[in-house]
Structures are given as structure tokens and as C-alpha cells.
């Protein structure tokens, strides 16, 4: 096509190329879940993670038993974009960019080495980027720490991946005495081991595989707890291109089995950040408690979480990222995932608005709440309930105590105004409630006049007392009634 043009080849830059890899944007949490993806697709069912601590010389490996790699396919493994993202993958396969073994690892380390052994034969090689700045090729070493020599001996075949020079964890000078630096190193890791138990929960609990954390097997975290009794499961709804949607609404936290398990259902983000969706390509979680930017997050839906699972074929439709950790619907979908989340976070809210009903029906018992909430005109209004006891028992003290009587039923009302549902209520409702709406235009007028005489019998004149009135809360919004006064 250019066949009578100069050509010239126009190579990337060794070292300023991998300082873009390494500025993609991985946490600790996302690389390690990348090269864990590796293993799967490789056909492992079991993944040992190593942290050692050694200061700035810390070392993290991730190794598993799945089919291993030869020489060749070493080598061809670790070349950045060595598979092309548009090839079709095999429906199992976690990858799509040929990229996540280096971008995973350089966001962390400034040394890796992957040692493999298929068929007998060990091979290994080492990516390391202060030799890539110096030598200004990419130019892999062959070298692996000593120390991980025999690491292979006693499977058939596998894989392990070293990261050293850990520079994005720990600096280089840190000693290894440095408790401080510890203690950061090994809170950075109990987060990937928490994301880890949340990632691939369906491959744990498939027992596909076991993901080993030193010397202990992780715990699937399900988003979901199907198990427990009063979860709502809500029905499949089938979206184009293979994609299936089903919601779940958490149970209220009175109707959790144990603390325990309420507790562990907060996650990672805590309640109100686990609301949403969660989208799984295969069996593997990509993103978590996100509303994918269709809704806001809001303490009233806490407890709706939706799952979503697409196939690797739709990768370039939903827009897969190198890192696997973002996802977006195609806009072609996006009001049947509205509508279907809409349904979903309208059972969570009744779960969340309702629990004292739910007390109720769970003790068998007549209940009483202290207010009680209406819908007038289209417009919300709050009133205490005149049939809770506690009032009976209030106006008993009042024949006989009323200022105690008076002060009683204050603090009762201030210490249980129903905040939430409030909130939720005209967070939804543009028109605020106006104040007064649940007294008629009598009980405003024989409260003003009340207040009104009680002002001139203190001595004040008639315009000065309805100036006073108008100064007191919520009078201030009835000027007119106050101005006509002597009518009344
Ligand atoms: N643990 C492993 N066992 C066997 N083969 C592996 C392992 N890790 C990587 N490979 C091989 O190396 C290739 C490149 O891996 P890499 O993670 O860079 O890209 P990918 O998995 O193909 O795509 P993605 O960028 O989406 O992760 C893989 O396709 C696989 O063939
Ligand atoms: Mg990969």
C-alpha cells in the first residue's frame, strides 16, 4: 500500500514504555487478583500466596500446580501484548489483553521472575526494570532467586511468580526491624486477602479451587449470603447478549441468623458501600457494589445488591478494562438493568424503612410506635401516635406533675424523631413538607391567641405582642393570621 514511500521503524522506548505499564492504576489488591486469574485459566485448583517480610527486600509469590509453561511459551508469556485483546478466548479463559502478568506486576515491583515447569522441564526468566533503564532494551535475564529453586519440586506441573523490589509496598531502605513498615506491609496484604475471598468466592465455594494464604485456605466471602433464611432472592432476568441480572435483598439486621454473619455481610466497604451491583465475567467478580453510575448511592437501598454475569464475549461491549476491575453496561441494555434495579432496591427500602413492623410480626405482638407517618396531598407528614401507652401514661403524671409531664413528653419526642424515614421521604420529594400541615386552621388560630394574650398580660402592647408571635417558631410562616388578630 506504501510500497513506494520511506518507511521507517519507529520502536516504543524500553523504559519510558514500562513506566506507562506502570502507571495503568493496579492496587495491591487488583494486581494479585490478576495473576490469581492466570493460574485459574491455567487449569489449577490450587493457589499458594507468600508474603515474607524482609524490609525493603519483602517478596510476594504467587504460585499454583496448573499446566505450567515451556521455555518458549515462558518467554512468550512475559512479552507485553504478546495476544491480540480481539482473538476469541476460550469461555473459562480470565484473560483478554495479554498484559496482565507484566502490567499486574510492574504496577508493584520493580523485579519479577516466573519460574514454570510442564512436562518435566523448569524454565525461568526475569523481568527487571532497572536492567530494562540501563540496557534501554527489552531484555530479559536469565535469573531467579536463588532461594526459590526447588519451589516446583513437588508438583508436576505449575507456576510461581516472584515479585521483588517490592518499591511500590515497602521503599528500599526500609530495614527489616522498621515495625511500622510492618505493620503497613501486612495490613496492605490482609486487604488483598479480603479481596481475594471476595473476587473468586465462586470458584471457592465451586470447590475449583483453594486459595492457600500462607498456610491457611481463604474463605469464600458470598456478596450475597443466599444461605441466610430471610435473604430475598429476587427471579433471572435474561439481557442480550448472554448477560443474566438477578437481585437480592439482604435481610434487616434483627433478621440476620447470627451477629456474626450481619457483620461479615457489612464487606469490605461497609453497608452503604456494598449497595449495587456486581458484575462477574465467568465465575470471576470484576466490580463490586457499584450502581454503575445509574443511581446514587443511599442509605435507603443499603440492602439491595444485584448480580450480574457476562460472558468473556462481551468484553468489548461492557467495555473491560486491562486491570479487570471496571465494567459498563452498553447503553442498549441500560433501562431493562434500570428497570430490573429499580424493582430490586424497592424491596430493599420496605426491608429497611419497615423494621419495626418486622419486630412486630416477629414477636407476634401488637405493636406501638411513637410516630406515625401520612401521605396528605402528596405530601408527608409525621405525627406522634396519640394510641402509644407512653402518652396515656404521660397525661396520668400531667393531672398531678405537668411540667414534668410537659418535659417528659419533650424528650421522649426529641430523642425518637424518625430521622431515616424522613430523610428517605423528602430526599425523594422534591415539595418539602410545610410546617403545620397536620393542625387545621383552628388549632393554629387558638395557639396564636393563646400566645398572643399571654404576651399583652405581660405587659406588652397589641403591635408589640404580634410582633413577638411572629418571632416564634413556626408562627413566622402564619403573618396574616397574626395581622388579624383582634378578628379572631
Ligand atoms: N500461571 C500461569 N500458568 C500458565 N500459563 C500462564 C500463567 N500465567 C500466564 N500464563 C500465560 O501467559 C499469557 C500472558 O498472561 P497475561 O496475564 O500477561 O495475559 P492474559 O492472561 O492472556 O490476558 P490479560 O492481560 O487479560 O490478563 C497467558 O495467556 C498464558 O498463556
Ligand atoms: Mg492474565
Keep these: 500500500m506504501y510500497e513506494e514511500l520511506e518507511i521507517r521503524e519507529a520502536l516504543p522506548e524500553a523504559a519510558s514504555m514500562i513506566e506507562t505499564f506502570r502507571a495503568i492504576g493496579y492496587s495491591l489488591e487488583t494486581a494479585v487478583a490478576d495473576i490469581v486469574d492466570n493460574s485459574i485459566t491455567a ?37 507485553p501484548g504478546a495476544q491480540n485483546p480481539l482473538i476469541h478466548r476460550d469461555e473459562n479463559d480470565l484473560g483478554r489483553f495479554g498484559l496482565g502478568l507484566k502490567t499486574a506486576s510492574f504496577s508493584q515491583c520493580r523485579k519479577l521472575t516466573v519460574i514454570t515447569k510442564k512436562n518435566g522441564e523448569t524454565s525461568y526468566w526475569t523481568w527487571d526494570l532497572d536492567f530494562i533503564a540501563e540496557c534501554k532494551k527489552w531484555n530479559l ?88 433464611p430471610k435473604c430475598q432472592t429476587f427471579p433471572i432476568e435474561y439481557l442480550h447478549g448472554n448477560v443474566t441480572m438477578r437481585g437480592y435483598v439482604l435481610p434487616h439486621r434483627i433478621n440476620f441468623s447470627t451477629d456474626k454473619v450481619y457483620n461479615s455481610a457489612k464487606g469490605l466497604k461497609g453497608w452503604n458501600g456494598q449497595q449495587g451491583f456486581y458484575v462477574y465475567r465467568g465465575k470471576r467478580l470484576l466490580l463490586s457494589g457499584s450502581w454503575l453510575g445509574i443511581f446514587h448511592k443511599e442509605e435507603a437501598y443499603k440492602l439491595a445488591r444485584i448480580m450480574i454475569d457476562i460472558p468473556n464475549s462481551q468484553d468489548a461491549e461492557w467495555q473491560i478494562d486491562i486491570k479487570k476491575s471496571k465494567a459498563q453496561p452498553p447503553i442498549n441494555i441500560r433501562e431493562q438493568i434500570e428497570q430490573y434495579a429499580k424493582s430490586v432496591r424497592n424491596a430493599a427500602e420496605e426491608v429497611f424503612r419497615h423494621r419495626g413492623k418486622i419486630l412486630r410480626q416477629r414477636s407476634g405482638q401488637e405493636f406501638h410506635p411513637l410516630w406515625l407517618e401520612k401521605m396528605k396531598d402528596g405530601k408527608w407528614s409525621y405525627i406522634v401516635n396519640r394510641k402509644n401507652p407512653t402518652i396515656a401514661t404521660i397525661k396520668q403524671i400531667a393531672l398531678h406533675n405537668p ?60 403591635s408589640q405582642a404580634k410582633e413577638a408571635v ?15 388578630i383582634n378578628d379572631l
Excluded at 517478596?59 to 508469556?77: F, H, P, R, S
Excluded at 465462586?202 to 456478596?223: T, V
Excluded at 411572629?470 to 388579624?484: M, Q
Aim: aromatic share 8%; charged share 30%; with cysteine.
Design 403 to 462: 411540667d414534668i409531664a410537659i418535659e417528659t413528653l419533650l424528650k421522649l419526642i426529641e430523642s425518637n424523631v424518625p430521622t431515616k424515614t424522613i430523610f428517605i421521604n423528602e430526599s425523594k420529594d422534591e415539595d418539602s413538607t410545610e410546617p403545620l400541615t397536620s393542625l387545621d386552621n383552628d388549632e393554629v388560630k387558638t395557639l396564636i391567641k393563646a400566645l398572643y394574650e399571654s404576651f399583652v398580660a405581660q405587659g406588652r402592647s397589641s
Design 141 to 228: 535475564i536469565k535469573w531467579m532467586p536463588k532461594e526459590f529453586e526447588h519451589s516446583l519440586d513437588e508438583v508436576d506441573s505449575g507456576t510461581i511468580v516472584i515479585w521483588s523490589n517490592l518499591d511500590r509496598i515497602v521503599a528500599s531502605d526500609i530495614s527489616k526491624d522498621n515495625l511500622n513498615a510492618k505493620e503497613k506491609f501486612s495490613n496492605s496484604l490482609q486487604k488483598v486477602r479480603d479481596h481475594l475471598s471476595m473476587t473468586f468466592h465462586r470458584f471457592i465455594e465451586d470447590r475449583q479451587i483453594s486459595i492457600i494464604w500462607g498456610c491457611h485456605e481463604i474463605n469464600p466471602w458470598n456478596p450475597f449470603f443466599p444461605l441466610e
Design 43 to 79: 487449569g489449577s485448583n490450587r493457589i499458594y500466596i507468600n508474603r515474607i517480610w524482609a524490609g525493603g527486600n519483602s517478596v510476594i509469590t504467587i504460585k499454583d500446580n496448573g499446566c505450567g509453561m515451556t521455555d518458549d511459551e515462558l518467554i512468550q508469556a512475559l512479552r
Design 470 to 484: 411572629k418571632r416564634v417558631e413556626p408562627f413566622n410562616f402564619f403573618e396574616d393570621i397574626i395581622d388579624n
